[in-house]
């Protein structure tokens, strides 16, 4: 699947924590808060399909994160340690 401009590379159970968990801080069970960002990405990547250890990107890419805030004790998770938290 060819993706150009932006991309979302969310694992199953990133993607699964995202809709359907309760957004509740690991440390205190306070209410998370969730931010949106990008990082722009114009750099080599591996392809493994071609055979060619690093190719570069045509097109600068928007790659999109997840964050959640903890609104009572102001900690910080990405999407990416809470999703693999949960059993
Ligand atoms: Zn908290």
Known sequence: METKGASYSFTFREMKYLLFSKKKCPSCSGL??????YIVR?????DSKTGNSVVKRDT???EWHYNFDCAT???SFPLAELANKKG
């Open 32 to 37: 998370l808060i969730k931010h949106k960002h």
């Open 60 to 62: 600068p890419m928007k």
């Open 42 to 46: 114009t750099d080599m990547f591996d």
């Open 73 to 75: 004790c102001q900690s």
